[in-house]
């Protein structure tokens, strides 16, 4: 029986690659690429605005939470 060798592509630089040594990312060189671009803001994940009544109950929860661990 043959063995199945599994193939992945870089989302970076969209190389076939075999080892998962850096998986999603072929190399180093592609995971820096793309922490590079999170830093320098290229990414972002989609938030909703929050209204003033979520924001107090935010608050609110956040100092429950903290005179609850003293």
Do not use: Q
């Amino acid at each position: 029986m043959s063995e199945v060798i599994v193939t992945h592509k870089c989302p970076i630089c969209k190389k076939i690659y075999t080892d998962t040594t850096y998986e999603p990312f072929c190399s180093k060189r592609c995971a820096d690429v793309d922490l590079g671009r999170w830093f320098n803001g290229s990414y972002a994940v989609a938030s909703e605005d929050l209204d003033e009544l979520e924001v107090e109950e935010l608050g609110e929860a956040l100092e429950n939470a903290h005179k609850s661990d003293k």
